[in-house]
Structure formats: C-alpha cells, structure tokens
C-alpha cells in the first residue's frame, strides 16, 4: 500500500503559477504510475497529468503546454506545476497511485483561480 498527502493548493490570479506535490509513503514509490486528476463539485474526477515508472508522461488538452508533471523517486514525491492558470483550473486537485491496477488517493487540495 501507499499513502499519498498533497500540499500546495491555494488562490491564485489568473496568468498565476502554483505547484502541487504530492508525498508517497509506505511502499516503493518508483514503481508506482503517478498521476494528478481533478474535480469540480458535482463533476466527475478528470485526468490532468501522468508520469509513468519510466517518467513518461501525458496531458489533458486542456493543461497541454501549461502544466508539468514530474516525479522525484529519492523523495517520494510527484509534484505538478501549474503555469498559465484560468478560472476553469479552479477544482480540488487528487494525487493518484496506481500498481498492478490497484489505485489509491490522496485526501485532494483546493486550487483557486480567481482575480
């Protein structure tokens, strides 16, 4: 198993950066497929950005040439920033870990894009 924690959600203004990290414990993070998602109230939860074991990674195409997904495996950390931002970007950000199928969540962080 691994448990997942994100940090970094905030108000931001439009145009605005932020960066999002998400700390992994409990197991062997470089083997896990990380990816960020999102959702708005009422919504389903979206996928934003994922980087394979391998650190391939791909995007929305709504995030495409804006965010970034990376990984540091010595620190068990996936980190997502986030440039350019619009007020459609305003959601509740989910790390995600997947292994053998087996998905697990963090607990999210608010993300607001608002002048």
């Known amino acids: 198993q691994v448990q997942l924690v994100e940090f970094g959600g905030g108000l931001v203004q439009p145009g605005g950066s932020l960066r999002l990290s998400c700390a992994a414990s409990g197991s062997i993070f470089s083997s896990y497929e990380m990816a960020w998602y999102r959702q708005a109230p009422g919504k389903q939860r979206e996928l934003v950005a994922f980087?394979?074991?391998?650190?391939?990674?791909n995007y929305a195409d709504s995030v495409q040439d804006r965010f970034t997904i990376s990984r540091d495996n010595a620190k068990n950390t996936v980190y997502l920033q986030m440039n350019n931002l619009k007020h459609e970007d305003t959601d509740v950000y989910y790390c995600?870990?997947?292994?053998?199928?087996?998905?697990?969540w963090g607990q999210g962080t608010h993300v607001t894009v608002s002048s």
């Open positions: 980087i394979s074991s391998g650190e391939l990674t």
């Open positions: 995600n870990a997947k292994k053998y199928g087996i998905p697990y």
